[in-house]
């Protein structure tokens, strides 16, 4: 492999640890805590918060670190930072302690998107296909999270769930350090044309505004429906799949089955917007997110397995079109910042999605959760024709 292959499987794995460890607790609670701590399930999961605050408030400083010092220098602590705090939530014996820890998981976990986005557009002209295989990475780590903590709460106790990856996201970091001390330049920069890639496109400042402002509120919608479905599908599954799930494990193995195989809608709608008017694409992924989460409300068993792979799908397809927006957007100076201000926007929705999922759930059930989450997906299929031409969107020739 190449340095800038290596790099790039690096990054990858990154993004997988990052949203490996953020989910984690979703499934611990859903599938043993409550039970072992004697508390309700909407009265734990709000314990999750600070972490998810960590996630967001902590993107603006990692993004102003890595532009200003190292953002290579700032993967490793990631690494490092993130597996030390998962073994700490595994050694918890207390709702407090675990809040503890968790909000430091969260902390290291915002490293990622502000740094590790900005190194995988670096040089490129057409930036859908990479970040879309850096988002099926992430997806991916969604999806294990579920698998990986049904089959070692079953095993070995629910401790092990963060133990292990904590001690594997250690010898990574390790290693991507001994990566970066070999001599070799990783700090491939970009060219000036493509640095200067939002002054070439001559974009205007009321069209820069118009774009960002888009972004960003669809980002905060699209928080909502993302941590929503991330963090409470187990949950859903244990419930609505009856028969079909009677253990963790089962569990595990049905949400892993969903997330990995939505997770490839990244792929195909990356492949799309480096093609087609970004528009277009975005609207149609946000109509199809509306109607799926209309279907859902009442359904279980077969149906609600299929129309949960159904919603996730365009939930996940959403994922890398703002992220190529920025990209497309931002000179690479301040990239790390402005994809830090869009996952703060983010986390911070994310965040306080959390104690709404719980009191949602313990007042009405799924069922209001999957009606709210439908309104959320046509607002932001309004959202989306407000777009520009899309002429001032796409990327430079090569």
């Not at 995988?120 to 988002?135: H, K, S």
């Not at 640095?195 to 509120?217: P, W």
Request: with cysteine; aromatic share 14%.
């Amino acid at each position: 492999m190449t340095h800038s292959q290596t790099r790039f499987l690096y990054l990858n794995i990154g993004h997988f640890l990052d949203h490996l460890f953020m989910l984690i607790f979703a499934s611990v609670a859903a599938l043993r805590l409550t039970a072992e701590w004697n508390i309700h399930y909407s009265e734990l999961i709000p314990y999750a918060t600070p972490g998810f605050v960590a996630f967001g408030v902590g993107a603006i400083a990692s993004g102003w670190i890595a532009d200003k010092w190292s953002r290579e220098g700032m993967m490793t602590i990631f690494f490092i930072g993130i597996g030390v705090s998962a073994i700490l939530a595994g050694l918890a014996n207390s709702p407090f302690q675990m809040a503890i820890s968790l909000a430091l998981v969260g902390l290291f976990a915002s490293i990622y998107h502000p740094v590790g986005l900005s190194m995988v557009v670096e040089g490129l002209q057409r930036t859908g296909v990479p970040i879309a295989i850096n988002g099926i990475f992430g997806n991916m780590g969604v999806a294990c999270a579920a698998l990986l903590t049904g089959l070692l709460v079953d095993q070995t106790g629910w401790e092990s769930a963060f133990i292990f990856p904590g001690f594997v996201s250690i010898v990574v970091g390790v290693l991507y350090w001994r990566f970066n001390q070999k001599g070799i330049d990783t700090e491939e920069h970009e060219s000036a044309s493509t640095d200067n890639r939002a002054a070439e496109n001559a974009v205007t400042k009321s069209t820069l505004i118009r774009v960002f402002g888009i972004i960003f509120f669809t980002t905060a919608v699209g928080g909502l429906i993302f941590q929503s479905t991330t963090f409470a599908l187990p949950k859903v599954f244990d419930e609505r799949l009856g028969d079909l799930a009677g253990s963790a494990t089962l569990v595990g193995w049905y949400t892993f089955l969903v997330f990995s195989l939505a997770a490839f809608a990244q792929l195909l709608v990356g492949y799309l917007i480096d093609r087609c008017p970004v528009r277009i694409i975005f609207s149609g992924v946000a109509l199809l997110q509306g109607l799926f989460f209309l279907v859902m409300t009442g359904l279980t068993g077969v149906s609600a397995l299929i129309v949960s792979f159904a919603f996730m799908f365009v939930v996940f397809g959403q994922i890398p079109i703002n992220d190529v927006l920025v990209g497309r957007m931002a000179k690479s100076e301040w990239r790390s910042r402005a994809y830090a201000l869009r996952y703060l926007v983010t986390f911070t929705v994310m965040a306080s999605s959390v104690p709404l999922i719980g009191w949602i759930y313990g007042n009405w059930g799924f069922d209001r959760l999957f009606q709210l989450l439908s309104i959320a997906g046509f607002v932001i299929f309004l959202a989306t024709l407000l777009l520009p031409d899309s002429k001032k969107l796409v990327p430079n020739p090569a």
